[in-house]
């Protein structure tokens, strides 16, 4: 069971390739701040001069430190929780040509049961609904 | 012939009185439940008061329906709803203990019952898609369930109850 590593790969038949990852935690969610908030137009001319390297900081980060500091700071607690509970989720991961997830809950008694029914029904082309699994539909 | 719902219908014979007792045998035993495990928070509290009460006040009106001389009356045509999706872990054991007390008495009315004809089996397939329900709800039964699987569970259980309670007027109807 890895959050990094695919636990089967399967390709429909109309050739789409997608990933099927099993874990027990829920990763934090990427959530980009937005740069640019502030008014060029209230800025002083000379504060003008510093805009293009301001708005380079600013951009790197909202765009990416903020984010890895979130993720890197919530991330412990969500695998603690993960660690804790009985319930399994199972994504299979479409990456091209257009990205899509799909998310189901189970629980450990159901997971390799689970997991075959996903990628057979992904093999004919076919999202299922296994019984001992909640389907959640697309994620992410 | 007793007022409580619990008895009552096991006093009256098949009939319209009999769907009425049904009804409210169903109601009381669910409003019964959902306040015996109403949940953590005040709002969960507050939600389950609220069904439990819709459930007492239709149990009440049915009885009074069951003891009419025809069994006239008006007889809700399902269970209480919740005002919101998502049940906490304790509200579904209330739910799952419902429905089994209902499939219960649903199994041994058509054991006595008894018999081969076409419309007792057709009413064994029916409390064979409740029985359905209650295995999914046993299959992702777990401690601390994330909101995925109580979703699941609620849904399976919402559906369950439905069904049991369509399933035991029909019964009741002789």
């Known amino acids: 069971m890895s959050l990094f590593r695919p636990a089967r790969t399967v390709t429909t038949p109309s050739g789409e390739y997608w990933e099927l990852y099993v874990s027990k935690t829920v990763l934090p969610e990427w959530r980009e701040g937005r740069p640019g908030s502030h008014e060029a137009d209230t800025w002083p001319v000379a504060a003008g001069l510093l805009e293009l390297p301001l708005a380079l900081v600013e951009a790197i980060w909202s765009g990416l430190v903020r984010p890895l500091l979130r993720v890197a700071v919530l991330l412990p607690g969500a695998w603690l929780s993960g660690r804790r509970s009985r319930a399994i989720r199972i994504e299979a991961l479409?990456?091209?040509?257009?990205?899509?997830?799909?998310?189901?809950?189970?629980?450990?008694?159901?997971?390799?049961?689970?997991?075959?029914?996903?990628?057979?029904?992904?093999?004919?082309?076919?999202?299922?609904?296994?019984?001992?699994?909640?389907?959640?539909?697309?994620?992410? | 012939m007793s007022d409580s719902p619990y008895d009552l219908v096991d006093d009256l014979p098949p009939g319209a009185g009999r769907v009425a007792a049904w009804s409210a045998y169903a109601l009381q035993t669910y409003g019964d439940k959902v306040m015996a495990h109403p949940g953590g928070s005040y709002e969960a509290r507050d939600e389950a008061r609220a069904v439990a009460d819709a459930c007492h006040t239709l149990a009440v009106d049915c009885v009074r329906c069951a003891r009419s001389p025809e069994g006239e009356g008006g007889l809700p045509g399902r269970l209480p709803r919740w005002r919101t999706p998502l049940r906490d872990a304790e509200q579904l054991r209330g739910m799952r203990e419902a429905l089994e007390a209902l499939r219960i008495h649903i199994a041994y009315d058509l054991e006595r019952r008894g018999g081969d004809e076409a419309p007792g089996a057709e009413l064994r397939t029916e409390l064979a898609h409740v029985d359905e329900r209650l295995a999914k709800v046993e299959l992702l039964?777990?401690?601390?369930?994330?909101?995925?699987?109580?979703?699941?569970?609620?849904?399976?259980?919402?559906?369950?109850?439905d069904r049991a309670y369509a399933l035991g007027q029909r019964l009741a109807s002789g």
């Open chain 2, 141 to 161: 039964w777990i401690e601390r369930p994330p909101p995925e699987l109580r979703g699941g569970i609620g849904d399976a259980l919402v559906t369950g109850l």
């Open chain 1, 94 to 140: 479409r990456p091209y040509p257009s990205r899509r997830v799909l998310l189901w809950t189970t629980t450990e008694g159901q997971v390799d049961g689970v997991l075959e029914e996903i990628a057979a029904g992904l093999a004919e082309g076919r999202v299922v609904q296994p019984v001992g699994a909640v389907y959640s539909g697309q994620t992410g």
